[in-house]
Nanobody, 127 residues
Framework: QVQLVESGGGLVQAGASLRLSCAAS????????MGWFRQAPGKEREFVAG????????RYGDSVKGRFTISRDNTKKTVYLQMNSLKPEDTAVYYC????????????????????WGQGTQVTVSS
């Protein structure tokens, strides 16, 4: 069982940076690949970034490549999303999630591959 709590969202201007954090509870956090997703009003939840359980591999959605960086610190049971050069179209609720499969080396991009979710944190980018 993993419980996830996101933080770090806020209102920023275009071009600014934010770092989101996702703190986990549970003894098995380091065993899960983790993902960040986002959902804008009226849109489906979208894959943003993912990282394997060891942190050795990452994957990004096309719209954030080169601007966002995912990382994790298993000693702190936390996964991060560094967001640079933010754009108004990045406005959404951002969720972190834990993959349903322990020790998978595959970074999944669909929501049905993840079975633990945080409550989300709002990111709003003004133009």
């Amino acid at each position: 069982q993993v419980q996830l709590v996101e933080s770090g969202g806020g209102l920023v201007q275009a071009g600014a940076s934010l770092r989101l954090s996702c703190a986990a509870s549970g003894r098995t956090f380091s065993s899960y690949a983790m993902g960040w997703f986002r959902q804008a009003p009226g849109k489906e939840r979208e894959f943003v970034a993912g990282i394997t359980w060891s942190g050795s591999s990452t994957r990004y959605g096309d719209s954030v490549k080169g601007r966002f960086t995912i990382s994790r610190d298993n000693t702190k049971k936390t996964v991060y999303l560094q967001m640079n050069s933010l754009k108004p179209e990045d406005t959404a609720v951002y969720y972190c999630a834990a993959d349903r499969t322990l020790y998978t080396l595959v970074i999944h991009t669909t929501t049905d591959s993840y079975n633990y979710w945080g409550q989300g944190t709002q990111v709003t980018v003004s133009s």
